[in-house]
């Protein structure tokens, strides 16, 4: 039985939570434009995450880490325009919030008030963390949480390597997901875990679980929706599937246009005014 909004109302937090105790998948992904997130809604995804991701598949940075909150209020608000049914959720981008809880405050407030957002997504699970997630929900503002593989911490983390493996990772790990259900987070992205550990996690918490690389045993999966579409077919992690080949197909488009250009058969008589 799917628990998907009618048309004209928009998902909720509280749906998300349904959809958990119903067992019913939920779909998730990133978009960072009003034509992409368009389509993504119209596809009927659950959740769109305007990701912090988006300074390296839109700028071409290396990490996540140069982004900042105009660029995530930008982006924000292109997807606002396009996304009407889906529960709209925008990353916290670096040193937003790993100042103090009030900073942290001040700009999820700003992110929602200038972008229409209905959540925002905030990376880790330490205490630290925890504080600022109940700071958030104590104001109103709902909050997704982030834990396993935080890109925001790369440097820390040693690279961009599978988080849980070792026992005493996997306990932390765990002692955060309790952590942030506690603070009152309404779900959390699980990346780059074991799937075994995934799974128990899920098992776990009353709040719902999203994965990326972190298996089949949770309550949803997100991707960035370059990488699943073929676009940004140099980033080939072991956990992507594409579920399109959009790149190939773009390419093969422009040059296809090039070559009318220069053979003058475009534009033709059809696409000329009189």
């Known amino acids: 039985m799917s628990t998907q909004p009618g048309e004209g109302r928009r998902t909720t937090v509280r749906d998300l939570l349904d959809m958990k105790q119903r067992r019913e998948p939920i779909v998730a992904l990133t978009a960072y434009d009003f034509l992409f997130a368009r389509i993504v809604d119209e596809a009927g995804v659950d959740l769109v995450l ?32 396009g996304v009407k049914r889906a529960l709209l959720v925008v990353d916290m981008p670096f040193m937003s919030f790993q100042v103090s809880p009030q900073e942290t405050l001040r700009n999820a407030g700003r992110m929602l008030k200038e972008t229409g957002a209905e ?9 630290a963390a925890a504080d600022h997630v109940r700071t958030l929900v104590r104001a109103g503002i709902p909050v997704l949480g982030h834990i396993g593989l935080t890109p925001q911490s790369v440097h820390v983390l040693g690279g961009y390597r599978v988080q849980g493996r070792e026992s005493i990772e996997a306990e932390r790990l765990s002692e955060e997901a309790g952590r942030l259900e506690e603070a009152g987070a309404f779900g959390l992205v699980l990346e780059v875990v074991p799937a075994t550990l995934a799974s128990s996690i899920t098992s776990m918490v009353t709040i719902p679980t999203i994965g990326i690389g972190a298996g089949a045993g949770v309550d949803g999966q997100v ?21 399109a080949e959009l790149g190939d ?25 009189e």
Not at 73 to 79: F, K
Not at 119 to 127: F, H, I, N, S, W
Not at 229 to 239: I, W
């Open 50 to 81: 305007v990701g912090d991701s988006v300074g390296q598949v839109f700028s071409g940075y290396e990490s996540t880490l140069p982004v900042t909150i105009e660029d995530m209020i930008y982006h924000a608000r292109a997807v606002r325009r």
């Open 249 to 273: 197909a773009a390419r093969a488009g422009v040059r296809e246009y090039a070559l009318a250009v220069r053979a003058r058969s475009y534009p033709d008589e059809e696409h000329s005014f």
């Open 223 to 243: 991707l960035v929706l370059p990488d699943l579409l073929g676009l940004n077919d140099a980033f080939k992690p072991k956990f992507l599937r594409r579920f």
């Open 119 to 127: 959540a925002v997504k905030l990376e880790g699970g330490d205490e």
